[in-house]
């Protein structure tokens, strides 16, 4: 009997430290996913503070005041628009107030299809991730060097269209003779 009390106290024994070992790896286990988590989450958010301060903020702010002045222009105009003719005679070289008012409608509405994303660089840290993870799949796979390529062509080319933008509005305002008021 002796011996079947020590057999079961060495069992009990063996199965405590292997519970425990298992309780121990688990959590060891939980701790590494929360740390990789939490490593993460402040690399992601280092990266959004930076990305914000230097390009989301500076761009969004110049295409919140194209948008915000033609959009003041054409009430301006809309509201002003017997007046308009006296400011601007038509002339052979120049449009009349009604094909300026045309004209300033299709600048706001060239200014709400603006994509903020499409002004912003290519995420290459991102891109980068992606394809160190990249699973080479004839069907699936996706060519990120040409990724990044097509996004950066989307980015130079929104940013001439923005720049055509605010060069055709700078022209109508200054032909209105408001260049001065607003500091374009």
Not at 53 to 65: C, D, F, K, N, Q
Not at 93 to 100: E, L, Q
Request: net charge negative.
């Amino acid at each position: 009997m002796a011996d079947l009390l020590q057999e079961d106290s060495g069992e009990a024994h063996n199965f405590g430290h292997k519970e425990w070992d298992q309780l121990e790896e688990s959590f060891i286990n939980a701790g590494y996913r929360e740390g990789i988590t939490d490593g993460k989450e402040a690399a992601l958010q280092e990266g959004f503070d930076q990305g914000y301060a230097l390009h989301g903020v500076p761009i969004g702010r110049e295409i919140g005041r194209l948008r915000g002045l033609a959009s003041a222009l054409l009430v301006f105009l809309k509201k002003e628009k017997s007046n308009v003719d006296a400011w601007v005679p038509p002339l052979e070289h120049r449009p009349g107030p009604s094909d300026i008012l045309n004209e300033v409608q299709l600048l706001v509405q060239s200014f709400q299809q603006i994509s903020l994303s499409a002004l912003l660089p290519p995420d290459t840290k991102a891109i980068l991730h992606a394809k160190e993870h990249e699973v080479g799949t004839a069907r699936g796979s996706v060519d990120l060097d040409q990724l990044a390529a097509d996004q950066g062509q989307i980015m130079e080319t929104t940013r001439q269209e923005v720049n055509q933008l605010r060069e055709r509005l700078c022209a109508i305002i200054t032909q209105l003779g408001f260049e001065e008021t607003l500091h374009v």
